[in-house]
């Protein structure tokens, strides 16, 4: 399971967790706000969780530690995995999908793209 937070302004709005990517027909992928309930949005790509898996143990080390790492940041993705109990950090990603993934419904689209403030210093 992979745990990808959303971070603006060093702040995770929210996270995609995905699972079995290296089969795309099979693979799954939920958005996921903060409180661990379906985001009212997803991909249009993949398939998503019918049921959402139950939150990772590591789940508010991982928000803490995300938010660290994009202090600063007007965005970053930052990406975790959580293997035998423990948080294992899988990368930083400042462009996913080359700023070009679709939203369902497309209306997402704007509403996350006013999450960015490029104007802040």
Same mark, same amino acid.
């Given at each position: 399971?992979? *745990?990808?937070f959303?971070?603006?302004?060093?702040i995770? =709005?929210?996270l995609?967790i995905?699972?079995? /990517?290296?089969d795309?027909?099979?693979?799954r992928i939920?958005y @996921?706000t903060?409180d661990w =309930? &379906?985001? $009212?949005?997803? #991909?249009? !790509?993949f398939?998503?969780?019918e &049921? /959402? $898996? $139950?939150?990772? #143990?590591m789940?508010?080390?991982?928000i803490?530690?995300s #938010?660290k790492l994009? =202090?600063?940041?007007s965005f970053?993705?930052v !990406?975790? *995995?959580? @293997?035998?109990? =423990?948080m /294992?950090?899988?990368?930083m990603t400042?462009? $996913?999908?080359g700023?070009m993934?679709?939203?369902?419904p497309?209306? *997402? !689209?704007r509403e996350i793209?006013?999450l960015m403030?490029?104007t802040r210093?």
């Amino acid at each position: 399971m992979d *745990y990808k937070f959303y971070c603006f302004n060093g702040i995770p =709005k929210f996270l995609y967790i995905s699972q079995g /990517l290296e089969d795309h027909e099979t693979a799954r992928i939920s958005y @996921v706000t903060m409180d661990w =309930k &379906q985001a $009212p949005f997803n #991909r249009t !790509d993949f398939a998503t969780f019918e &049921q /959402l $898996p $139950p939150k990772p #143990r590591m789940f508010d080390k991982m928000i803490e530690y995300s #938010r660290k790492l994009s =202090k600063g940041m007007s965005f970053a993705r930052v !990406d975790w *995995y959580e @293997v035998n109990n =423990k948080m /294992l950090f899988s990368e930083m990603t400042f462009y $996913p999908g080359g700023g070009m993934t679709a939203f369902e419904p497309n209306s *997402y !689209d704007r509403e996350i793209g006013y999450l960015m403030d490029i104007t802040r210093k």
